[in-house]
């Protein structure tokens, strides 16, 4: 169990995409882990999916919501079933390549000052069929550079809870993620590790809405959670675009 990777995945209506995330899990060369499914009342066939796929895995727990959470709440529903030291987490329509897990557990047992590691990653594009380029990465990410920076994506990271201690999603329907990144960095810093092992699948059809989101994000979650004046954290956002 001290070394046990619990891998939270929350989904909704993602039958189309589930069989490759978890088939993805289940190709990694690190073995010790278990996939906590929290559905957020999907109304598709990602039930169905799931419990085929359980028939034969040992290692897969799915859980209901009994009403739509969004996806940060379900992540905290997932913490609260995990009784392990590592966490990850892995969205429904997203995947790893073979070797993912191996390399960020390996950077953390190497790192000790890390309270999380993370690699690079990329996009993928469906309605043009093709692959962005790998994200940057630093090999120390602190506090500081993440206020301004987006190196950081959530199925790219793994925490040490015996690091970080307890933690948990704040209750906003986005940005939830960037807000946890801050509040873990206030403990330690980051390990990043140039390994582009993440695949994040831009299914929206509107990816400027998307960016202009993820600012509004950044601008809220600095003056709301952490105290920031205008000024600062209109600094910051703009920075963060670059």
Not at 218 to 242: C, D, H, K, W
Request: net charge positive; with cysteine; aromatic share 12%.
């Amino acid at each position: 169990m001290n070394n046990l990777v619990s891998i939270i995945t929350p989904s909704f209506n993602s039958s189309m995409f589930i069989e490759e995330c978890i088939d993805s899990v289940l190709s990694q060369t690190y073995y010790n882990w278990e996939l906590l499914i929290v559905d957020d009342c999907s109304t598709d066939k990602t039930r169905d999916v799931v419990l085929e796929f359980k028939k034969t895995v040992d290692f897969i727990l799915y859980k209901q919501n009994p009403q739509n959470l969004g996806a940060g709440n379900s992540r905290n529903i997932g913490l609260k079933l995990s009784t392990s030291r590592y966490i990850s987490f892995l969205d429904s329509d997203d995947y790893w390549l073979e070797g993912h897990l191996m390399k960020l557990v390996e950077s953390l047992k190497k790192n000790k000052w890390a309270v999380f590691a993370y690699s690079n990653y990329r996009f993928f594009l469906p309605k043009v069929n093709k692959f962005s380029n790998c994200s940057e990465f630093n090999d120390r990410h602190n506090y500081k550079l993440q206020l301004r920076s987006s190196l950081i994506s959530t199925p790219s990271v793994l925490i040490d809870k015996k690091r970080a201690g307890d933690f948990s999603f704040i209750s906003r329907r986005t940005g939830q993620d960037y807000a946890l990144w801050l509040s873990l960095l206030k403990k330690g810093d980051a390990c990043g590790i140039n390994s582009c092992t993440v695949v994040v699948q831009k299914t929206d059809n509107s990816l400027s809405k998307n960016k202009f989101q993820s600012l509004l994000d950044v601008y809220q979650i600095q003056r709301r959670e952490e105290g920031f004046n205008i000024l600062y954290s209109m600094i910051n956002t703009l920075i963060f675009t670059m």
